[in-house]
């Protein structure tokens, strides 16, 4: 696997002329794999080695970019310039490791990688799929569906266009408090996701495993929806008509803004990070004072519906799946998984304590052989995959 011993290796054997095709696209893939992903020890029993990681990753990429801030220079000749800093990260022998950090122990001895599959086995990553389920009970299946009209409800036009965007679009005349209510529901499965502009102009997007009810046209005082899962809204602004959203046991309202709820079942808490804008937290059956958040805080609700902010939330830790990544700070594994099975739906089983944490950034659009390569990196954790079920030992 890619330890540290084995990449000092590999750069030894491409210096000699000796290393197979194999291996230099394997030394090519590590030393690219820098634009994506940091290491990062995060327990304080290694606090050392975590800052020390840090040195010599920051050293590396510094010894990499020289010579090419006026032209590219080869991979072949960027693996002399970094075998330095690789022989150095074979000296440590712990866990600072260039691609993910874990918080436990590490071993030293060559370690099992991920179980091969052949190319018809493979898991592959999620897409553009939903259901659209109609007022009247009719079920649609968006991904499979044709560009163009799809429908009407009362007096608005239901359209998939060429993107593949669903749009909900008022047919002509003001709509007034006497229009009849249909109400839509799109669904997403594991695996899939899905981007709908409401009748107002509101855009959503939706993670794996997630739902939206809304009406085909906002009447009333208000504009006010229904999700699970995990969505993200960009809210159209409009003073008149403040925009409610119900997740659970909680509710955020806005005028206009940016946000991301998180609110899957499985997860212990419900939460909410403002990117633009502001909104009000609140639990309308708890009975205690709403919470009112500014850009870069975090709103997190418990399963008893006590409200707790955080000041400086990462945001793009929380849309990262809205841009095509899996990110992580110092999460725990399972939490990792949890995300992991949703998008590629599978199924995950755990073979003995995996208490283990990571910092990085993995894409959504590989493989899923290859996201668990990546984190096998570490050397502290095994991954098997038995059809659509994942077996992690450490």
Same mark, same amino acid.
């Given at each position: 696997?890619?330890?540290?011993?084995?990449i000092a290796?590999?750069?030894?054997?491409?210096?000699?002329?000796?290393?197979?095709?194999?291996?230099?696209?394997?030394l090519?893939?590590?030393?690219h794999?820098?634009?994506d992903?940091?290491?990062?020890?995060?327990t304080?029993?290694?606090?050392?080695?975590?800052?020390?990681?840090?040195?010599?990753?920051?050293?590396?990429?510094?010894?990499?970019?020289?010579?090419?801030?006026?032209?590219?220079v080869?991979?072949?000749?960027?693996?002399?310039?970094? $075998? #330095?800093?690789?022989?150095?990260?074979?000296?440590l022998? *712990?866990? =600072?490791?260039?691609?993910?950090?874990?918080?436990? @122990? /590490?071993?030293?001895?060559?370690?099992?990688?991920?179980?091969?599959?052949?190319?018809?086995?493979?898991?592959?990553?999620?897409?553009d799929?939903?259901?659209?389920?109609?007022a009247?009970?009719?079920?649609?299946?968006?991904?499979?569906?044709?560009?163009?009209?799809?429908?009407?409800?009362?007096?608005?036009?239901?359209?998939k266009?060429?993107?593949?965007l669903?749009?909900?679009?008022?047919?002509?005349?003001?709509?007034?408090?006497?229009?009849?209510?249909?109400?839509?529901?799109?669904?997403?499965?594991r695996?899939?996701?899905?981007?709908?502009?409401?009748?107002?102009?509101?855009?959503?997007?939706?993670? $794996? #495993?997630s739902?939206i009810?809304?009406?085909?046209?906002? *009447?009333? =005082?208000?504009?006010?929806?229904?999700?699970?899962? @995990? /969505?993200?809204?960009?809210?159209?602004?409009?003073?008149?008509?403040?925009?409610?959203?119900?997740?659970?046991?909680?509710?955020?309202?806005?005028?206009?803004?940016?946000?991301?709820?998180?609110?899957?079942?499985?997860?212990?808490?419900?939460?909410?990070?403002?990117?633009?804008?502001?909104?009000?937290?609140?639990?309308?059956?708890?009975?205690?004072?709403?919470?009112?958040?500014?850009?870069?805080?975090?709103s997190?609700?418990s399963?008893?519906?006590?409200?707790?902010?955080?000041?400086?939330?990462?945001?793009?830790?929380a849309?990262?799946?809205?841009?095509?990544?899996?990110?992580?700070?110092?999460?725990?594994l399972r939490?990792?998984?949890?995300?992991?099975?949703?998008?590629?739906?599978?199924?995950?089983?755990?073979?003995g304590?995996?208490?283990?944490?990571?910092?990085?950034?993995?894409?959504?659009?590989?493989?899923?052989?290859?996201?668990?390569?990546?984190?096998?990196?570490?050397?502290?954790?095994?991954?098997?995959?038995?059809?659509?079920?994942?077996?992690?030992?450490?």
């Amino acid at each position: 696997m890619n330890t540290p011993q084995t990449i000092a290796e590999l750069i030894k054997k491409s210096e000699a002329g000796t290393a197979s095709q194999e291996e230099i696209n394997l030394l090519n893939e590590w030393y690219h794999s820098f634009d994506d992903s940091v290491a990062q020890v995060t327990t304080s029993e290694v606090a050392g080695e975590e800052q020390l990681a840090e040195r010599i990753k920051a050293r590396l990429l510094e010894t990499i970019s020289k010579g090419s801030l006026k032209r590219r220079v080869p991979v072949w000749k960027k693996w002399k310039q970094a $075998a #330095a800093a690789a022989a150095v990260l074979l000296l440590l022998g *712990t866990a =600072a490791y260039l691609l993910f950090g874990s918080g436990k @122990e /590490t071993t030293t001895g060559e370690q099992p990688v991920a179980q091969k599959e052949s190319p018809s086995d493979e898991i592959k990553p999620g897409g553009d799929k939903a259901l659209l389920t109609l007022a009247d009970g009719s079920v649609i299946v968006l991904d499979s569906a044709a560009t163009g009209l799809l429908g009407i409800q009362g007096n608005t036009k239901i359209e998939k266009l060429e993107n593949g965007l669903l749009a909900y679009k008022i047919n002509g005349r003001t709509i007034t408090e006497n229009d009849e209510a249909f109400y839509n529901t799109i669904t997403t499965p594991r695996g899939g996701q899905y981007q709908v502009t409401l009748s107002d102009g509101t855009k959503v997007w939706l993670n $794996a #495993a997630s739902s939206i009810r809304f009406p085909v046209v906002f *009447t009333g =005082a208000e504009r006010r929806v229904e999700v699970t899962g @995990e /969505t993200y809204f960009e809210v159209a602004k409009n003073e008149k008509l403040p925009f409610k959203v119900k997740a659970v046991n909680s509710e955020v309202e806005v005028l206009g803004t940016h946000f991301n709820i998180n609110a899957y079942d499985d997860e212990a808490t419900i939460k909410t990070t403002l990117l633009e804008g502001k909104v009000k937290v609140s639990v309308p059956s708890a009975g205690q004072a709403a919470s009112y958040l500014i850009p870069g805080q975090q709103s997190g609700i418990s399963k008893t519906g006590k409200i707790s902010v955080l000041d400086n939330a990462d945001t793009e830790e929380a849309v990262a799946w809205k841009n095509g990544r899996f990110q992580f700070k110092s999460a725990d594994l399972r939490s990792i998984l949890r995300q992991i099975a949703r998008w590629y739906d599978v199924d995950v089983e755990y073979k003995g304590a995996v208490d283990l944490h990571f910092t990085g950034q993995l894409t959504r659009n590989e493989n899923v052989s290859r996201m668990f390569e990546k984190l096998q990196l570490t050397g502290e954790v095994h991954f098997r995959t038995e059809g659509r079920k994942i077996i992690v030992s450490r």
